[in-house]
């Protein structure tokens, strides 16, 4: 079976600060790992994936997240943070049946000004 | 615009009710997916359809009943539900069997039970 650990269920930054957000998983597979992001009364929205290509993947709004297969994590990562990335942020997992997601708990990010 | 449209955004019903929540996907799709969004909960996947065909139900009360006509529409039937069940329902679809293609989300279907 997939799993999905975020690591915080919160997180606060001070806008131009690091944005780091963390993801571990756990799959008997070679995973797909995702990450979404979802603003107030909002459905979800892709910020990036990784499909076994580049471990090193790039997505939408400046965000990154390197996948690293002897840690098992997949953590989100932003240089500079922006008020306008104050989010809840997922990270999930599917497998080569495509398409499933698992999802973690879910990080709510504050950027403060 | 994001591809999967889902109405009414917002729905409150009492517990004798009966609603249903519609899905519509205009991406050619042929997975599609009903999860649940509680507060302080993780999304949980509740029904999985490819090619029309339900291939998952993840221990769903019997109270939510799930229809897919086709493989862009898909419906969730709700009746004498109860107030725990007040969520955001979001609708997925995905390319399905063929590949890892990511799930496209619908905006969401608020739900309260009254």
């Known amino acids: 079976a997939q799993s999905v650990t975020q690591l915080g269920s919160h997180v606060s930054v001070s806008e131009g600060a690091l944005v780091l957000l963390r993801c571990n998983y756990s799959?008997?597979?070679?995973?797909?790992l995702f990450w979404y992001v979802q603003y107030p009364n909002q459905g979800l929205q892709l910020l990036l994936k990784?499909?076994?290509?580049?471990?090193l993947v790039k997505g939408i709004n400046g965000f990154e997240a390197e996948f690293k297969k002897s840690e098992t994590s997949f953590h989100l990562t932003k240089p500079s943070a922006h008020m306008s990335d104050a989010a809840e942020y997922f990270c999930?997992?599917?497998?080569?049946?495509?398409?499933?997601?698992?999802f973690g708990q879910g990080t709510e990010l504050s950027v403060k000004p | 615009e994001t591809g999967v449209t889902q109405t009414p955004r917002h729905l409150v019903m009492g517990m004798t009710n009966k609603k249903s929540l519609k899905c519509e996907q205009h991406?050619?799709?042929?997975?599609m997916y009903w999860y649940k969004q509680s507060a302080k909960k993780p999304l949980e996947l509740m029904f999985v359809?490819?090619?029309?065909?339900?291939?998952e139900n993840n221990s769903v009360p019997s109270r939510f009943s799930p229809e897919c006509p086709n493989s862009s529409h898909l419906f969730l039937h709700l009746h004498t539900l109860q107030p725990e069940d007040s969520a955001l329902y979001l609708c997925?679809?995905?390319?399905?069997?063929?590949?890892?293609?990511?799930?496209?989300f619908g905006q969401g279907t608020r739900l309260t039970v009254v």
């Open positions: 997925a679809s995905s390319q399905g069997y063929r590949g890892p293609g990511e799930a496209f």
């Open positions: 799959s008997s597979v070679p995973p797909y």
């Open positions: 990784y499909t076994s290509a580049a471990t």
């Open positions: 999930a997992v599917s497998d080569y049946q495509g398409g499933k997601l698992i």
């Open positions: 991406l050619g799709h042929n997975a």
């Open positions: 359809y490819n090619f029309k065909e339900q291939t």
